[in-house]
């Protein structure tokens, strides 16, 4: 699983991004920084000396490279999913959070940012204002969203975490990736197949939990291959 960061520049992508990453023991990729490695070339180089078109072929071919991995935070172009073929790229179950702010807080958050936008170059207000306007009904499309407004990237990042249900919990001297989902238990040995983790298994439980779902975690457990005993 890979979780995505979107939204439109200034939203906060790569700062919350490392975040998150850091907080889950992931691997952070900017998108955009990929391109660049890749290319050689900066973004504002690109568009200037080959135009966006070429900068979309590159954003395309550096995604579909990236969806293959695993456990990673990837913060993406503010218009990278426009496309149809980058959107279908992401794999199905991969979540994708858009981060928004009003037009304010972007513009003063930009402001504070060295990179160069080629979008917004010269009069930042008015083609940011219009990028928002142009991909207003794209960005609704998203489902997980977090405004950003009057939230630290620490909050953000908890908030992603309860969107996704990725967190990382320690006991008894080590550190364990937990991920909270609707019908989870249903896939558990198909995770630890995908995962190649082996058997033998054991269930440990309580008086509690155990006579609820005891019974049907082993019976899943043993249909996908598992030596399991339950305790």
């Not at 896939?187 to 298994?201: D, F, R, S």
Request: glycine share 10%; net charge neutral.
């Amino acid at each position: 699983m890979n979780i995505y960061l979107y939204g439109p520049s200034g939203s906060g992508k790569s700062t919350v991004g490392q975040l998150l990453a850091r907080e889950l023991n992931w691997r952070f990729i900017d998108l955009d920084v990929e391109i660049v490695s890749g290319s050689g070339q900066s973004i504002p180089d690109i568009f200037n000396k080959k135009g966006e078109a070429y900068f979309r072929m590159l954003e395309e071919n550096c995604l579909k490279e990236i969806a293959l991995r695993d456990e990673c935070v990837i913060a993406l172009g503010g218009g990278s999913l426009v496309d149809a073929q980058n959107r279908a790229l992401l794999q199905k179950n991969d979540p994708v959070i858009l981060l928004s702010a009003g037009i304010e807080t972007l513009l003063e958050r930009l402001q504070q940012d060295s990179n160069q936008r080629p979008l917004l170059a010269e009069n930042v207000h008015h083609r940011l204002e219009k990028l928002l306007e142009q991909r207003k009904a794209h960005y609704d499309n998203y489902k997980l969203r977090i405004a950003t407004n009057k939230m630290t990237p620490t909050q953000i990042v908890w908030e992603i975490q309860l969107l996704t249900g990725c967190y990382r919990v320690g006991g008894m001297g080590k550190e364990y990736s937990v991920q909270v989902r609707s019908n989870g238990l249903n896939e558990v040995g198909k995770q630890l197949n995908k995962m190649g983790i082996g058997g033998p298994v054991v269930v440990a439980s309580d008086n509690c939990v155990g006579p609820l779902y005891g019974t049907s975690l082993v019976e899943q457990l043993s249909a996908e291959g598992f030596q399991v005993s339950l305790m």
